[in-house]
């Protein structure tokens, strides 16, 4: 088995042990059983349980970032933008709901390191919108209004299953609507 295989297997079982236990009640030792691997192989990739955590974390923030490219360089309305950009990221993040509760409702409250992983990914959300909203007079109160509503709708109605992510989607649509609804 090769390197980025045998990372991968310990990626993919520390995801689905975090999903399935949560973040503090899984250990390496579960992680390393489940991936099929010596316990000493985890270290040779990863200092600790936090330190594969934080991987992920960053890999799906690394992913957003990939849609924040994708959708900035399309030629289309910025509402259409806007839904399409939300849409992408609220499937993506559907892929890894656990992993996004533990985030946003654990280590975010107490954690320094996803402090500052947070602010990131806030700052490029704020940068895509900003561009996407350039032509409105009011961006910079959009981009937090759009802010706010999008992390609020995931937070309240996803995160915690009250709403499937379509319905989720579908929201932020019919919320985009009433915030751009003003002329540029």
Request: proline share 1%; charged share 35%.
């Amino acid at each position: 088995m090769s390197q980025s295989d045998t990372k991968k297997r310990l990626i993919n079982s520390a995801v689905k042990l975090f999903s399935k236990n949560g973040y503090f009640n899984t250990k390496v030792s579960d992680i390393v059983k489940d991936a099929g691997v010596a316990q000493g192989t985890f270290y040779l990739y990863f200092k600790s349980k936090e330190e594969i955590f934080i991987y992920i974390v960053e890999e799906i923030v690394r992913k957003i970032k990939q849609q924040t490219e994708k959708f900035s360089k399309g030629d289309w309305p910025a509402d259409e933008k806007l839904k399409n950009f939300a849409s992408s990221v609220f499937h993506l993040l559907s892929e890894y709901k656990e992993v996004a509760k533990i985030y946003f409702f654990y280590l975010l409250c107490t954690d320094e390191k996803f402090q500052k992983i947070h602010f990131e990914a806030e700052q490029m959300f704020k940068s895509f919108y900003l561009d996407v909203l350039k032509s409105y007079e009011d961006k910079e109160l959009l981009t937090d209004i759009l802010l706010g509503f999008g992390k609020r709708l995931f937070e309240i109605n996803f995160l915690r299953d009250q709403k499937p992510i379509e319905e989720v989607i579908k929201e932020f649509e019919e919320g985009l609507k009433l915030i751009l609804r003003k002329e540029k």
